[in-house]
């Protein structure tokens, strides 16, 4: 898991407390996972453990629950949330293009996506889908009105 803050210090009870600064660290298995769940641990130190990057037209509330109470993910690019019925999505995770192929509707969108960035080779489009999970990868989320799911390319 990564998150933007930093480790300051530790609590009594062993959780890591953060610091508003906002960089990437990989919070160990004591990192206290209710503190954030509940907002706590971002309420502390003025903090967010997710980019708002990707999460327009969402409510406040959504926008809050996202940036301030859900832990991030790594990603080479900078990681993004994706939206789908004006709500947020939930990560799925990272997947190559075995897992994605599960998903139809998501390969669809990469591939208007990939049209919309300016490839409109088919067989390349085709061969760089193909080959996720080797050097690139994607990232799967699910709508959490719809069950549709839908993905973004991620590459070093």
Known sequence: ???KVRVRRRSPSGSLLIRRQRVRVRPS???CPR???DGSAADRFAGEFTDSYGLDGVSDDVLHEVTRRTPGFHAW???HWLVHCHDA???VGEVGYTELAEHPEAL???RADMRMDGCHDESQVERILTHLGEGMTAMLFRCTVCNAHLAYVDAS
């Open 29 to 31: 298995p004591r990192f």
């Open 1 to 3: 898991m990564i998150s």
């Open 108 to 110: 669809d969108q990469l």
């Open 77 to 79: 690019q900078d990681p």
């Open 35 to 37: 503190c954030i769940a």
């Open 89 to 91: 999505g939930a990560f």
